[in-house]
């Protein structure tokens, strides 16, 4: 079974362009995460979908950032316009529901914004 | 905020034990306890969570102290691949839970060397 999908793998975009990452849940996984992770730091969570409903996007930064969930399947995050300091890997992760279950990641999408 | 405290690095010998402590002395009474690892320009993997009991499965054992306010990862006979950050995480069961109770929140790690 294929694990956590994620494309791009690489992307590099001009300062203040939006840019969009894609993620696919492993098939019959409520539970949706997205995180950031800065060269040397731990994953930062972003946000935390339960089906389709963002549960927690607290850490979110919602004046660029954006996310869906449509139908409670694949997801998108999005930032426009994107900053230096967004140069990142974002990491999507699913498990089957937020209880005391495995969380299963992506390889990630490696930002970087010159 | 990670609840979790654990050294920056280890090193260990090859085909030696390695043990990794964390301290999670704040941990409420029904929070797991998960470690992942993260092997370079990889995504984070799951290697095992526990609760009170001690748990075992085929990469790793986990150690929870009585109080549950540390723990300890052991893997049994280190190779090089296990070279990677290890991620302790203290986690409520956050089943149907909403806001921030069923988040994993990721600290710093410790990053173990395995060296021939």
């Known amino acids: 079974e294929a694990g956590v999908v994620q494309s791009p793998r690489y992307k590099i975009i001009e300062k203040k362009q939006p840019v969009a990452f894609w993620c696919n849940p492993i098939s019959g996984h409520n539970t949706l995460y997205w995180y950031r992770q800065n060269l040397g730091q731990g994953p930062e969570l972003l946000i935390r979908?339960?089906?389709?409903?963002?549960?927690?996007d607290s850490q979110l930064p919602k004046d660029r950032f954006s996310a869906e969930r449509l139908k409670g399947v694949d997801s998108t995050l999005k930032i426009q316009p994107a900053e230096l300091g967004d140069s990142a890997v974002y990491l999507c992760?699913?498990?089957?529901?937020?209880?005391?279950?495995?969380?299963?990641f992506g390889q990630g999408t490696r930002l970087t914004v010159v | 905020d990670a609840k979790t405290t654990q050294p920056p690095s280890m090193d260990c010998a090859e085909g030696r034990a390695a043990n990794l402590p964390c301290n999670h002395s704040?941990?409420?009474?029904?929070?797991?306890v998960y470690w992942y690892r993260q092997i370079h320009s990889q995504g984070p993997q799951y290697i095992i969570h526990g609760l009170k009991n001690n748990e075992t499965n085929e990469m790793a054992s986990l150690i929870i102290t009585e109080d549950r306010k540390s723990s300890t990862l052991i893997l049994p006979h280190a190779t090089l691949r296990d070279t990677a950050v290890y991620y302790c995480?203290?986690?409520?069961?956050?089943?149907?839970?909403?806001?921030?109770?069923?988040?994993?929140?990721f600290g710093k790690g410790t990053k173990l060397s395995v060296k021939p």
């Open positions: 995480i203290v986690r409520p069961p956050g089943r149907n839970y909403g806001g921030s109770q069923g988040n994993l929140i």
């Open positions: 992760a699913s498990s089957l529901s937020a209880g005391p279950t495995e969380a299963f």
């Open positions: 704040t941990i409420s009474g029904n929070e797991y």
């Open positions: 979908y339960e089906n389709e409903e963002a549960v927690d």
